[in-house]
């Protein structure tokens, strides 16, 4: 198994939890604030993470931490859209329009680095964007105000793509540690926010408290280390491609925990999106080749 296939699988293990988190912060925002809830999410994540792992996190370089600040302020703005994009659009909703995340990496890794698209990718674009259509609008072809957040989300995460997968390919930056100190300096910085605009409390009902624990331990802490590690041996773009399934998992989890149903034409959106996803993920001039050469032994086999 090469390390992309292995890096591959470890992205749609985060994606997996990152897609059952809207459910999580749904049940959590019943009795705390978005601010306190993404505060106590990445510092309980942060501390966990320092811990378990001190003496690789203790000798770190500036050039590291500088690299941790900045994408802690991408995900600052990230977190703030989807958690207030949560409290005013269904979960579904939320889950597929932070998935532009797939359609805007690529378009701004075009505008930065000047890498021009493939015939394969703009296919994969205009089906997520069509898909990602009949999800959202509705009939005067407006989105919702959560949806608009959710939209700011992606866009955020598109920049933290694009700056993480330039970090992770310096030699002088340490992606564990950028994972790590990445949480820190976003939950301080939501913390301050936090303070300032709400009055943060503790969780009282049990299911919130786990919830929040899941959110913090998995969907954060262990989600955002493994990302930093398995971008490594990944480009942004195919990244991004691959969190596209993740409003999959936040809709699957939302039918079968929340009761949640869409429109007829908000599943055919999700199918698309789905058929964009297959298209990029599988190589199918790959399999072609492979499937001829396999006939071609067993033909020489036979013959034998």
């Not at 705390?32 to 378990?52: C, S």
């Amino acid at each position: 198994m090469s390390k992309q296939i292995k890096a591959d699988l470890m992205l749609m293990l985060v994606t997996l939890c990152w897609g059952v988190s809207y459910l999580l912060m749904d049940i959590c925002l019943s009795e705390i604030g978005p601010l306190t809830l993404n505060a106590y999410r990445f510092l309980i994540a942060f501390f966990a993470a320092v811990a378990l792992a001190f003496t690789k996190l203790k000798n770190v370089n500036k050039i590291t931490l500088k690299y941790s600040a900045v994408i802690g302020l991408a995900l600052t703005l990230v977190y703030i859209g989807v958690t207030y994009g949560v409290m005013y659009t269904s979960l579904s909703n939320a889950g597929f329009l932070c998935a532009l995340t797939v359609v805007i990496t690529p378009i701004l890794t075009f505008l930065i680095k000047k890498e021009t698209p493939n015939k394969k990718l703009i296919l994969v674009l205009l089906l997520c964007l069509i898909g990602i259509a009949l999800m959202t609008l509705n009939e005067q072809l407006k989105p919702a105000l959560g949806d608009v957040l959710c939209i700011m989300c992606a866009f955020a995460y598109a920049v933290d793509l694009i700056i993480a997968d330039t970090a992770v390919h310096k030699e002088e930056v340490n992606a564990f540690q950028l994972g790590v100190y990445q949480l820190g300096f976003t939950g301080l910085y939501i913390l301050i926010l936090a303070l300032v605009l709400e009055t943060p409390v503790l969780p009282v009902e049990p299911s919130v408290w786990a919830s929040m624990l899941f959110l913090a331990v998995f969907c954060t802490g262990v989600a955002f280390i493994v990302q930093m590690i398995a971008q490594q041996y990944t480009s942004a773009t195919h990244v991004g491609v691959i969190f596209a399934l993740e409003p999959v998992f936040a809709a699957v989890a939302a039918f079968f925990f929340a009761g949640e149903r869409l429109l007829p034409r908000a599943y055919l959106g999700a199918v698309l999106m789905l058929l964009g996803i297959f298209i990029m993920e599988i190589d199918m001039k790959s399999l072609f080749n492979r499937k001829r050469a396999s006939e071609v032994l067993d033909l020489e086999d036979s013959e034998e």
